[in-house]
């Protein structure tokens, strides 16, 4: 059943019909929304510390295919010019966006981002269950 039949099922024609002009009367932007933000924008932004020191930057995000939920942001962390940087997953739930700072705030110490969970670019983890439920209990969030 293809998704209109579903939705002509679910939803009388003028529900959808309102819908659809209700979508249409709103500017539409591509990068960002009020609650929304497109992973080109998160990629690249600064994290931070509770107390304001840069820690690294988000290098990418990991999306569910099936759930659609971003489960990581991998933050590249230490190195210079691309020499000896690690990159750390960090559960999604973890980050806080800061509006003044526009950034990501993380409530984890340097020391605990060292010790935690990390990989080097050319040696990427599988992201299966086992490997998300260690990186999520490391950092104190369930998985």
Do not use: C
């Given at each position: 059943?293809?998704?209109?039949?579903?939705?002509?099922?679910?939803?009388?024609?003028?529900?959808?019909?309102?819908?659809?002009?209700?979508?249409r009367?709103?500017?539409?932007?591509?990068?960002?929304?009020?609650?929304?933000?497109?992973?080109?924008?998160?990629?690249?932004?600064?994290?931070?510390?509770p107390?304001?020191?840069?820690?690294?930057?988000?290098?990418?995000?990991?999306?569910?295919?099936?759930?659609?939920?971003?489960?990581?942001?991998?933050?590249?962390?230490?190195?210079?010019?691309?020499m000896?940087?690690?990159?750390?997953?960090?559960?999604?739930?973890?980050?806080?966006?800061?509006?003044?700072?526009d950034?990501?705030?993380?409530?984890?110490?340097?020391?605990?981002?060292?010790?935690?969970?990390?990989?080097?670019?050319?040696?990427?983890?599988?992201?299966?269950?086992?490997?998300?439920?260690?990186?999520?209990?490391?950092?104190?969030?369930?998985?």
């Amino acid at each position: 059943m293809n998704q209109t039949t579903q939705n002509r099922q679910t939803y009388s024609d003028a529900t959808l019909e309102k819908r659809r002009e209700f979508d249409r009367s709103r500017p539409v932007e591509r990068d960002e929304t009020s609650r929304l933000i497109s992973s080109n924008k998160v990629e690249g932004t600064t994290v931070y510390s509770p107390s304001g020191d840069k820690m690294g930057s988000i290098d990418h995000v990991m999306i569910g295919k099936r759930s659609g939920r971003a489960e990581y942001a991998v933050m590249s962390f230490g190195g210079f010019l691309g020499m000896g940087e690690s990159f750390h997953p960090l559960p999604w739930d973890k980050l806080d966006y800061d509006t003044e700072r526009d950034g990501y705030v993380v409530d984890i110490s340097k020391e605990q981002l060292e010790k935690g969970p990390s990989f080097k670019r050319d040696a990427e983890p599988d992201y299966d269950r086992n490997y998300g439920e260690s990186v999520y209990t490391y950092y104190g969030v369930i998985y």
